[in-house]
């Protein structure tokens, strides 16, 4: 009896081998041509084999994306709409057209950033020069790293918006901060508002940067002055004029309230700061009762420095105020403790007309200077503060809230 012919192996294995080969020669070879220079290749001939390289990406392996990427990193117009599926695949394709590639315009950018993964939004962080526009939508994914990148990259511009976010959440990422104040983009009135988070030495930087003299606006509008002596009509002109003049204090108070003078408040504080005598001492130094809660429930102690120094008070006021606070003056061995230390260093090296500015922009920012982004993070943690101090202080930060709410 014969044996049985053995049975013939499939070409199909094969076959597939040959069809991948092919499909993959054929990919290298469009990618040659769409990467030839303009003197070797016009606009119509790299589009369509741009298209045909669209179809073949879709079975294309990853060394075979990320070698096209990196060869289209070096096209200086590289086809708009394939480059706009690579920034879109694994980070591994996308990094060397985000790193290298000058010319992506901002809404390949734009897309990138929202139908792709965090790694593509730090590296999109990175690029020189990237927009306001690119980085406002960067910043409003709220990611951590994302806005550090930002922030250290000095090329990038940041918007106003972004750099109010940007502030906002370093209330929850204090090392930010520091970053934050190396920002030309950073105007006083977000630096105002990024004190009250910061820590010691971050609060210290912003006073000795941002805590200037207001001569210039004195000079500039003292004929103003006269007219309003003789009777302004209320509003935000005058709430101009206060924010620049010289006197800090609150003469109308002086003559209406229950203490002659803003000394006898203090002296009073000195025994037990109670909300009634607070607010008087608000009232007293032309702040208005939701400032001077803030500046009382700060624990650094800093703010009562520049209240007391604003306000022409000495030295021994802002102990006075420290003692009616119930914080300790000093530790275990006697030595002055380390918080009213640096409210005192504060107090001596700060000038009154400095000292002014920074309490007249924190006077400002808390009833009219805020956006809803702002107020949110200011409002953090203080309702509870407030409402320790003195319950009318929280009723009055919920309106002002509800107003920007508006």
Not at 138 to 156: G, P, Y
Request: aromatic fraction near 4%.
């Amino acid at each position: 009896m014969s044996e049985p012919s053995p049975i013939p192996l499939s070409d199909e294995p094969r076959a597939d081998a040959s069809a991948s080969r092919r499909r993959a020669t054929l990919f290298k070879r469009l990618a040659d041509v769409v990467c030839l220079p303009a003197s070797r290749i016009n606009a119509f001939e790299r589009a369509m084999t741009s298209d045909l390289l669209l179809e073949l990406l879709r079975e294309a392996s990853l060394v075979e994306r990320e070698r096209l990427a990196r060869r289209l990193s070096s096209v200086a117009e590289p086809p708009a709409p394939l480059v706009r599926v690579l920034l879109r695949d694994t980070v591994s394709v996308a990094r060397p057209l985000l790193e290298e590639t000058a010319h992506l315009n901002d809404a390949d950018l734009i897309a990138c950033l929202y139908q792709a993964g965090a790694e593509h939004r730090r590296l999109i962080a990175q690029r020189r020069g990237v927009s306001e526009v690119v980085t406002d939508a960067l910043i409003d994914m709220d990611e951590e790293a994302v806005a550090e990148a930002l922030l250290r990259n000095d090329l990038a511009r940041l918007s106003h918006h972004g750099v109010e976010h940007l502030v906002a959440a370093s209330r929850d990422a204090p090392h930010l901060a520091a970053l934050l104040l190396r920002r030309a983009e950073l105007r006083p009135s977000h630096a105002y508002v990024l004190f009250w988070w910061a820590d010691a030495e971050t609060r210290l930087s912003i006073l000795q940067r941002f805590a200037i003299p207001r001569d210039v606006l004195e000079e500039a509008v003292a004929d103003v002055f006269e007219i309003a002596g003789a009777g302004m009509e209320e509003g935000v002109a005058r709430k101009a004029l206060a924010f620049i003049g010289r006197n800090q204090r609150h003469s109308d108070a002086t003559r209406a309230g229950p203490f002659q003078t803003l000394e006898a408040a203090v002296a009073a504080a000195g025994g037990g700061l109670t909300p009634e005598i607070g607010e008087e001492i608000s009232y007293l130094s032309g702040l208005k009762p939701i400032t001077g809660a803030k500046i009382f429930t700060d624990p650094g102690g800093e703010p009562l420095a520049i209240l007391c120094k604003a306000a022409g008070l000495p030295r021994a006021a802002l102990r006075a105020l420290w003692r009616g606070l119930g914080r300790r003056e000093a530790d275990r061995s006697g030595a002055t403790d380390h918080a009213l230390e640096r409210a005192l260093m504060v107090y001596d090296a700060i000038a009154i007309d400095r000292a002014q500015t920074v309490l007249r922009y924190w006077d400002w920012s808390l009833t009219s200077g805020l956006s809803p982004a702002l107020l949110k993070a200011m409002r953090q943690d203080d309702e509870s503060a407030i409402d320790e101090y003195s319950p009318p202080q929280l009723t009055a930060m919920l309106a002002l809230s509800r107003d920007f709410g508006r």
